[in-house]
């Protein structure tokens, strides 16, 4: 099996990992409460999606 010759140099290995980092999810704002949520999903806070309540939830006067 061939192994490398010569070491990659930190530079080198840097600028391969480069692409690598983890993207932020977008999110946006529930038109209802104003919480931040994932796009096309029921609001985590209120329970709506689409102006509708799908969830019911508890403790929050609807």
Do not use: I, W, Y
């Given at each position: 099996m061939p192994n490398p010759?010569?070491?990659?140099?930190?530079?080198?290995?840097?600028?391969?990992?480069?692409?690598?980092?983890?993207?932020?999810?977008?999110?946006?704002?529930?038109p209802?409460?104003?919480?931040?949520?994932?796009p096309h999903r029921v609001c985590k806070a209120c329970g709506t999606y689409k102006g509708r309540e799908v969830i019911a939830l508890k403790g929050i006067p609807s």
């Open positions: 010759v010569k070491r990659h140099s930190r530079t080198r290995r840097n600028m391969r990992r480069a692409h690598d980092f983890l993207t932020l999810p977008s999110t946006s704002k529930c209802q409460c104003g919480e931040p949520k994932l």
